[in-house]
């Protein structure tokens, strides 16, 4: 059930809208300051719906970036997620 709701969810939305709308602003070379670690040059970037920092190793998915960023355990991020961007996959 829970793995059906993670493809359901990364299915919906794309890895770059999803940090976007957590403020991370990536630059004209579609690299971001990692927010994984203090860096004063972008080191993050994302291919194949994976964001890879060159500076701290820092890799993963949608899922993976919500748990990193706000603590959270798998269900948590997928409830986040879920709520956050208004998917209503969660309770019906």
Known sequence: ???????QITGALKLRDVMEFYGVQFNSRSFAKCPFHSEKT??????????KCFGCGAY???IDFVMESYGLSFQQALVKLDSDFNLGLIGR
Do not use: F, P, Q, V
């Not at 059930?1 to 493809?7: F, H, K």
């Open 1 to 7: 059930m829970r793995t059906d709701l993670a493809r």
């Open 42 to 51: 972008a080191s993050l970037s994302i291919k194949n719906e994976h964001y």
């Open 60 to 62: 993963g998915g949608i």
